[in-house]
Antibody
Framework: QVQLVESGGGLVKPGGSLRLSCAASGFSFSDYYMSWIRQAPGGGLEWVSYIGDTSRYTNFADSVKGRFTISRDNPKNSLFLQMNTLTPEDTAVYYC??????????????WGQGTLVIVSS | DIQMTQSPSSLSAFVGDRVTITCRASQRISSFLNWYQQKPGKAPKLLIYGASTLESGVPSRFSGSGSGTDYTLTISSLQPEDSAIYYCQESYTAPRTFGPGTKVEIK
């Protein structure tokens, strides 16, 4: 079965950096676009970034553009999110999600359990 | 960017009630609309995609409809396990904007 397991979250000071990882299993990872989506405490869902199956295409929310980088290692079935220059507004649970391409756009069909990032001094 | 709104923001209903949640986009999104269910402490779960297609394994009491800018999620007979927050999400453009959510509680 499809499994996505995030790791790398934790407490970091403002201005600091963190690298999140997502280990995928149960499907052909290299065939799928992948995404990061975050949720601030008590808040709603915010799409953060996606990466194409071959890493050729990436995109970012305006709120993280220039600070976050997304990457993947297909042979290792892994997705990454490098987060730099973190601010308290980046505090959230970060989910990795698989993207299924449909006739009506992208579908986030499987999600990991999330990893909590807290940015605080 | 496309803005998504949902109404109501919360509702409380009895088991067996028919429940309808509305999602409105700030521009036409041609059924590029998905619905997710999130229970406390859990990741969101895909319920419906393409505005009206039920994801495999999702109970048939859930249904979706709509077109243009206005979409609805209906639970035909509310069950105790349906207590959750429901989010719509447009997949028409980047960013893939989510609605603010509708909290459904059981009376």
């Amino acid at each position: 079965q499809v499994q996505l397991v995030e790791s790398g979250g934790g407490l970091v000071k403002p201005g600091g950096s963190l690298r999140l990882s997502c280990a995928a299993s149960g499907f052909s990872f290299s065939d799928y676009y992948m995404s990061w989506i975050r949720q601030a405490p008590g808040g709603g869902l915010e799409w953060v970034s996606y990466i194409g199956d071959t890493s050729r295409y990436t995109n970012f929310a305006d709120s993280v553009k220039g600070r976050f980088t997304i990457s993947r290692d297909n042979p290792k079935n892994s997705l990454f999110l490098q987060m730099n220059t973190l601010t308290p507004e980046d505090t959230a649970v970060y989910y990795c999600a698989r993207i299924r391409k449909g006739d009506n756009g992208d579908i986030f069909d499987y999600w990991g359990q999330g990893t909590l990032v807290i940015v605080s001094s | 960017d496309i803005q998504m709104t949902q109404s109501p923001s919360s509702l409380s209903a009895f088991v067996g009630d028919r429940v309808t949640i509305t999602c409105r986009a700030s521009q036409r999104i041609s059924s590029f609309l998905n619905w997710y269910q999130q229970k406390p402490g859990k990741a969101p779960k895909l319920l419906i995609y393409g505005a009206s297609t039920l994801e495999s394994g999702v109970p048939s009491r859930f249904s979706g409809s709509g077109s243009g800018t206005d979409y609805t999620l209906t639970i035909s007979s509310l069950q105790p396990e349906d207590s959750a927050i429901y989010y719509c999400q447009e997949s028409y453009t980047a960013p893939r904007t989510f609605g603010p959510g509708t909290k459904v509680e059981i009376k």
